[in-house]
C-alpha cells in the first residue's frame, strides 16, 4: 500500500554532509510517522531520526544519542518526502540507510513497529 524510495547516499569525507530523501507513495494517508534506520555491515540495524508526519502542527523529531546535534530529520508532507540532513559525518556513520514508516502517530524506535520500508541506500564516510 506504502512504497519507499531513499536517495541521497554515497561517499563523503569525514566532517562532510550528505542529505538522504525518502519518497513516499501509494496510501500515503496510513502514514503519520516516518523515520530513517542504518545498518552497518556486521551490526544490527539501528534507529537514527524520527519524525512525526501525520499532525499539521506537530512535527516533533526524535534522534539517536549517536547523531544529535549532526543530523537533522525533516519533512515535506506536499511533496510526501522526508530528508534526513546528515552534517559532521563521522567514519562511524557508514551504514545502509533505510527510510521507514508506520500508522502510528509516535516516535518509536523498534524496528517491529514500523510497517514499511525502503530499499536503503548507501552512505560511505572515508577519506
Known amino acids: 500500500q506504502v512504497q519507499l524510495v531513499e536517495s541521497g547516499g554515497g561517499l563523503a569525507q569525514p566532517g562532510g554532509s550528505l542529505r538522504l530523501s525518502c519518497a513516499a507513495s501509494?496510501?500515503?494517508?496510513?502514514?503519520?510517522?516516518m523515520g530513517w534506520y542504518r545498518q552497518a555491515p556486521g551490526k544490527e540495524r539501528e534507529s537514527v531520526a524520527f519524525?512525526?508526519?501525520?499532525?499539521?502542527?506537530?512535527?516533533?523529531?526524535d534522534y539517536a544519542d549517536s547523531v544529535k546535534g549532526r543530523f537533522t530529520i525533516s519533512r515535506d508532507n506536499a511533496k510526501n518526502t522526508v530528508y534526513l540532513q546528515m552534517n559532521n559525518l563521522k567514519t562511524e556513520d557508514t551504514a545502509v540507510y533505510y527510510c521507514?514508516?508506520?500508522?502510528?502517530?509516535?516516535?518509536?524506535?523498534?524496528?517491529?513497529?514500523?510497517?514499511?520500508w525502503g530499499q536503503g541506500t548507501q552512505v560511505t564516510v572515508a577519506s
Open positions: 501509494g496510501s500515503i494517508v496510513s502514514v503519520r510517522t
Open positions: 521507514a514508516a508506520r500508522s502510528g502517530m509516535t516516535l518509536v524506535t523498534s524496528v517491529s513497529q514500523y510497517d514499511y
Open positions: 519524525i512525526i508526519r501525520g499532525d499539521a502542527t506537530n512535527s516533533a523529531a
